[in-house]
């Protein structure tokens, strides 16, 4: 093999071997087999799909709460890290365990919890709809679980950055005039840039396959509230297996192109600056 | 500009025993170049930050020449700052980083953007990085990282220049053409330069006057030729040059090692037991059985020997309590280890020991 180099570990046969076959078995496959299902439709068919208006509301639902929900958690993921990292205070380290419950929580658990708190009845739910906001059982609802969903991810792939940062560069900017704000903005937070890409892309894509704790707190309406996994489900449901393997399809050529964009533009970013 | 340290005291923790720094005084003339010279944790590095405003004194004063800069915080004080590890801006280009000092400024005192951009070409002119202007601080090597990273200190126009081991990351080569280079541009720039270094040959061969610190104090101030000639005390004579101390004992005006006199000269009369640093061109291997007194030479047992560039290193045990010595042996004298040879000290330097009060 012309690309290989020269190692002092050995085995590079092996574990390309081993990192096709796995990835072609737990990933490709059952993609490859999705496509092939939807593919029985033709384009044509695909497309009458695509194009009906409650997929195409469903859709417009997934992927925008989705992009919301990880912008919302890229901002205050961020200042969470920023405080993990930072700061020294009592309870920190519970705190820190804290962010990963999301992470941990089965999702229907995480759903009805939060459906409790966000009804018209629950903690929140009840103060907030005397002021006339109702947040569950409408596509409110969806971004609070997605935000909750996906915070873990913002967080912990910003911290460790943030940790690793260089005193020294921001003490530089200071000697240099540069404010505490301006430090942040201009210093700081570029170089934080491509974690927090990362974290986006995480939160995004797990946001947009999230089901369990969605559906309990979204309303579930067609056209309003209800999100692509579900349609899937609904169709699944009616024995229309056709329909649900091409709303599948659509939502990963979505996601794919979605998660391409950042990758490009994290690779820019590593190209240019000489790191992650 | 001239800086101004008066009586500043540092304590990080008052549980431990010593403060950081111990009232420290230190003038800089305008437009010297001063190193701070001392062993890790003699508080070197603290006194620059402190002066620079990125730490905080317990107590005393700095001044900029008359102004009191004590209150001023680090970006009102106006000094250009070099760490150790560059600290450049990753995400910027070279032209971007030298021109941040300037972009960061408000409307008011902001120079135009051509304006801007010209004085950081200018820098980059002066610092020998011309046409690098757009790249990224990942694509340079570490020397061509410093001189970046001086270029935008130099760019705000700082009332002084603060060094804090500038050429700590590089290696032996790149080192010694940066003293030489960054000699040339304080003569031609003039700026009133502090630089902390641990490395003796550094603070000697670049700065105007040296300061020796040691556990937070100001062991002594003097050009390379003072510092080196006539150390003040015996932790700079330790500390500068290569040295072995003797233990020996001064009575009657004159030295002894054991019951044999020497004939270095005594600047004080004071008795008493003390170390006397001697270098290792200082000791000639005199002819066996003669000395001058008439009197049996101090003679010494040949431990071990070395090369050491040009020359030859040995290392003697003297008889008794006096300890070990090391000295340059001519590559011509045979000497094998093992064997007895007689010593003839040409020039030390005793410290009395003052008894522990």
């Known amino acids: 093999m012309s690309f290989r180099r020269p190692s002092i570990l050995p085995g590079f046969g092996l574990t390309l071997g081993y990192t096709l076959v796995y990835l072609t078995a737990i990933v490709l496959l059952p993609v490859a087999l999705l496509i092939l299902r939807s593919s029985s439709l033709g384009l044509d068919g695909l497309w009458a799909i695509a194009t009906e208006p409650r997929v195409l509301a469903a859709l417009r639902i997934s992927f925008g709460m989705s992009l919301a929900a990880a912008g919302i958690n890229v901002v205050f993921g961020a200042i969470i890290a920023w405080v993990l990292a930072r700061y020294e205070f009592p309870g920190r380290r519970l705190l820190d365990a804290v962010v990963d419950l999301p992470f941990a929580l089965p999702t229907a658990v995480a759903g009805i919890a939060l459906a409790s708190l966000y009804a018209p009845s629950g903690w929140i739910g009840g103060p907030l709809s005397t002021l006339g906001w109702r947040i569950a059982y409408t596509p409110l609802g969806i971004g609070v679980a997605l935000i909750f969903i996906g915070l873990p991810f913002i967080v912990r792939t910003v911290q460790p950055v943030i940790e690793e940062l260089d005193a020294d560069v921001e003490e530089a900017s200071a000697t240099l005039g540069a404010t505490r704000a301006q430090t942040l903005l201009r210093v700081i937070l570029p170089s934080l840039v491509p974690a927090l890409l990362t974290g986006f892309a995480l939160a995004f894509a797990r946001g947009v396959g999230e089901y369990g704790s969605v559906i309990f707190l979204a309303g579930n309406l067609p056209y309003v509230s209800e999100i692509a996994p579900l349609l899937i489900v609904v169709k699944l449901e009616q024995f229309d297996y056709a329909s649900a393997t091409a709303i599948a399809t659509l939502m990963l050529i979505v996601s794919f192109f979605i998660l391409l964009v950042i990758n490009l533009i994290q690779s820019w970013s590593r190209r240019r600056f000489g790191y992650v | ?357």
Do not use: C
Request: without cysteine.
């Open chain 2, 1 to 357: 500009m001239q800086i101004r340290v008066v009586d500043i005291v540092k304590q990080f923790d008052p549980r431990a025993k010593g403060p950081v720094l111990d009232q420290i005084n230190l003038n800089v003339v305008g437009g010297e170049l001063l190193a701070l010279l001392g062993p890790s944790g003699s508080g070197k590095t603290t006194l620059l930050r402190i002066i620079a405003g990125l730490d905080q004194p317990t107590g005393g004063k700095v001044f900029f020449g008359e102004e009191d800069a004590s209150g001023l915080r680090v970006q009102e004080r106006r000094v250009g700052f070099v760490f150790q590890n560059y600290a450049l801006f990753k995400h910027l280009t070279l032209e971007e980083n030298i021109a941040f000092g300037l972009t960061v400024r408000d409307r008011a005192t902001r120079p135009p953007k051509a304006e801007i951009r010209r004085r950081a070409l200018e820098l980059l002119d002066l610092v020998q990085l011309s046409g690098l202007g757009k790249r990224y601080p990942a694509q340079l090597s570490g020397g061509q990282r410093q001189r970046v990273a001086l270029a935008r200190a130099l760019a705000v126009e700082p009332r002084v220049l603060l060094l804090d081991e500038p050429f700590g990351a590089l290696d032996a080569k790149v080192r010694r053409d940066l003293r030489l280079w960054l000699r040339e541009l304080h003569d031609r720039t003039g700026h009133t330069t502090l630089f902390v270094t641990h490395d003796q040959d550094e603070a000697l061969e670049l700065a105007d006057r040296v300061a020796v610190l040691s556990q937070g104090r100001i062991e002594q101030i003097g050009s390379p030729d003072e510092i080196y000639d006539h150390p003040a005390t015996a932790f700079v004579h330790g500390f500068i040059g290569e040295s072995s101390a003797l233990r020996v004992n001064a009575r009657e005006g004159r030295l002894f090692i054991g019951d044999r006199p020497l004939s270095i000269p005594l600047r004080e009369e004071r008795p008493g037991w003390g170390r006397l640093f001697i270098r290792p061109q200082d000791v000639v291997i005199g002819e066996k059985g003669l000395s001058e007194t008439g009197r049996p030479p101090i003679e010494a047992e040949v431990l071990s020997l070395w090369r050491s560039g040009p020359t030859r290193r040995a290392e003697l045990a003297l008889a008794g309590e006096a300890g070990r010595i090391e000295i340059d042996a001519p590559v011509a004298t045979p000497l094998t280890p093992g064997e007895k040879v007689p010593l003839h000290f040409k020039r030390g330097t005793f410290y009395l020991e003052t008894p522990a009060a």
